[in-house]
Every structure is written in structure tokens, then in C-alpha cells.
């Protein structure tokens, strides 16, 4: 008996899950601006974001100092208060995804994380953005990352 790849998910669920991440992007953006945690923030907004986008928060809140210190293992050269504000906060969502949502594959966090870069930051981010996750998925998720 073969067993096929599973299905890939409808185009609908893909842009929701995309808008998530944006939107957590831009609410960790906004929780370090305001000098708070990112549960703090979530606490105090009036309406609770999507669902995904709640859980991605708390996640990297949750996990912070973990987080923090694979970006400072492998973002040589670049201390945390070095990076530009979204790529910090790029990096640690997209971190949190490859430590605790296994059911993304690797390429997927990756690939939404350039894209964000791209779309938020500089072209030189979206490279740099890149070669961290890479080296970090290739730790956490190493036989994932590798296929």
C-alpha cells in the first residue's frame, strides 16, 4: 500500500493562515514598541485576534528566552538589539512555528518568513531572515529539514 503527500490546503486556508502570521508579526512589532510582553498586549486589545494569530503571540511569548537565544546562536555578528525591529520579531515568530508547530513543514515557515521580510523590511532581510532559519530548522527539525 503507497502512501500519497497529503492534500495540499485550499488556497482559502493558506491566505488565512498568511493573514495570521501578519497580523502576529505586527502585533509583536506593536508589543515591543510599547515596551510590553506580548501577552500584556493581547490582554489589553479590545477585540482577540484570529485564532492562529493568538496562539502564534502567546506562543513566542511564551518561549521568549529560548527563542531569543537561538537568534543569538545563529544570527552571527548580529546581537539582538542589532536587528532591525521586524526582523527580530520575524525571526522569533518564525522560530516559535519551527519549535512548536510541527505540522508546518519547514519550507512553509521559511518560505512565509521571506516573503513577510520582503514584503516589511529590506531584500538584504529577506536573505539574512533565510540563513537563520535555515541554520535554526536544521537544529530543531534537523530531519526535516534536510529533506
Known amino acids: 500500500m503507497s502512501t500519497s503527500p497529503a492534500p495540499d490546503p485550499p488556497p482559502a486556508a493558506v491566505g488565512a493562515r498568511r493573514r495570521s502570521r501578519e497580523r502576529a508579526l505586527g502585533l509583536l512589532y506593536e508589543a515591543e514598541a510599547k515596551a510590553i510582553t506580548p501577552a500584556e498586549l493581547l490582554k489589553e486589545l479590545p477585540v482577540a485576534p484570529e485564532h492562529f494569530a493568538a496562539a502564534l503571540v502567546s506562543g513566542v511569548s511564551g518561549r521568549l528566552p529560548e527563542i531569543d537565544g537561538l537568534i543569538s ?20 515568530l518564525s522560530i516559535y512555528e519551527l519549535l512548536d508547530q510541527a505540522e508546518v513543514p519547514v519550507a512553509v515557515v521559511i518560505d512565509e518568513a521571506v516573503e513577510l521580510a520582503k514584503q516589511y523590511s529590506t531584500e538584504e532581510s529577506s536573505r539574512f531572515v533565510n540563513g537563520v532559519l535555515s541554520a535554526v530548522a536544521s537544529e530543531v527539525r534537523p530531519t526535516k529539514a534536510a529533506s
Open 73 to 92: 546562536r545563529f544570527a552571527r555578528d548580529w546581537g539582538l538589539d542589532r536587528l532591525p525591529a521586524v526582523d527580530r520579531q520575524l525571526l522569533r
